[in-house]
């Protein structure tokens, strides 16, 4: 995580990003904003939800297992991305010499998070809990879900910048990492990659968010989403400078995943809706 100097203090409150020191307990920044995604949306959508007949409790619900399958399903991807290390290990199970040192390795191996992954488990997740839960019409709480995938994910990429787990190529106009883990971060003017995302998410929602109170593409927000975010996802991997996320042949891994989640969009705004029977 890089690090950069900038402090503040407030009654034992310190701040230093990439890292919050709240009383001898150290939180990582992009860990902050996630959790501070996580309570907005929580809070907001569901409210947003309820102006349109979705039940608030529900709505929670679904994105609180959403929430759940996405910490799962970023940390798995993570790992899968780094398959090369997570083979040595397979490889490497008998001579490893206590349970301390297998869980060491395996937390290097899946301590990060690829969103795709989250995002994926996310909705599997959410879609279970509907399946079970809600017995009529679904499409208002699929397309809540959709206004609250950019929101959260908003927060996300700001936590990603100040953190500096992930960082930009090289450019003149950016900014610079002197104490990042990743040794080849440091030192050199870095676009910020993380921030135009955020942008553009927080942007993505706030068109999805007024398409969702007019009613417009009723049932069909998801399928937008799936048609926007991975295009600018796909050009924005070529603005980052960090190899570890995997690729597969000339693309990487989110690249790759992104055609597939592009097409699944279209797909989505081709059928017609279906309301299920009450």
């Not at 759940?68 to 993570?78: N, V």
């Not at 488990?121 to 959410?126: E, S």
């Not at 055609?259 to 699944?264: G, R």
């Given at each position: 995580m890089g690090r950069v100097p900038v402090s503040a203090f407030l009654n034992g409150f310190r701040i230093m990003i990439p890292e919050i020191h709240i009383f001898n307990r150290t939180l990582s920044i992009y860990g902050v904003m996630a959790?501070?995604?996580?309570?907005v949306c929580i809070f907001l959508i569901p409210a947003i939800g309820k102006k349109r007949g979705a039940d608030y409790m529900r709505a929670q619900m679904m994105l609180l297992f959403a929430g759940?399958?996405?910490?799962?399903?970023?940390?798995?991807?993570?790992g899968i991305t780094k398959s090369r290390d997570l083979i040595l290990l397979i490889k490497e199970l008998g001579?490893?010499?206590?349970?301390?040192?297998?869980?060491?390795?395996?937390?290097?191996?899946?301590?990060?998070?690829?969103?795709?992954?989250?995002?994926i488990?996310?909705?599997?997740?959410?879609a279970i809990y509907l399946a079970v839960k809600v017995k009529k019409d679904r499409s208002v709480y699929y397309d809540l879900g959709a206004v609250a995938i950019p929101l959260f994910h908003g927060f996300g990429r700001i936590g990603c910048f100040l953190g500096g787990?992930?960082?930009?190529?090289?450019s003149k106009c950016g900014f610079v990492y002197h104490y990042s883990l990743a040794e080849g971060a440091n030192g050199v003017s870095r676009f910020p990659v993380q921030l135009v995302e955020a942008g553009l998410n927080f942007a993505l929602f706030f068109v999805l968010l007024a398409?969702?109170?007019k009613k417009k593409l009723d049932g069909k927000l998801l399928g937008l989403y799936f048609?926007?975010?991975?295009?600018?996802?796909?050009?924005?991997?070529?603005?980052?400078?960090?190899?570890y996320r995997g690729f597969v042949g000339p693309l990487s891994t989110s690249q790759f995943i992104s055609?597939?989640?592009?097409?699944?969009g279209i797909v989505l705004l081709a059928l017609p809706r279906r309301k299920e029977a009450a």
């Open positions: 959790g501070v995604g996580a309570i759940l399958g996405a910490l799962i399903g970023g940390h798995i991807l993570y001579s490893i010499g206590s349970f301390k040192e297998l869980v060491s390795r395996l937390a290097v191996i899946f301590g990060g998070a690829v969103f795709y992954g989250g995002l488990c996310a909705l599997i997740a959410g787990c992930c960082y930009g190529v090289e398409l969702f109170r048609v926007t975010y991975p295009v600018y996802r796909f050009i924005l991997e070529f603005f980052r400078g960090d190899a055609i597939f989640l592009f097409a699944l």
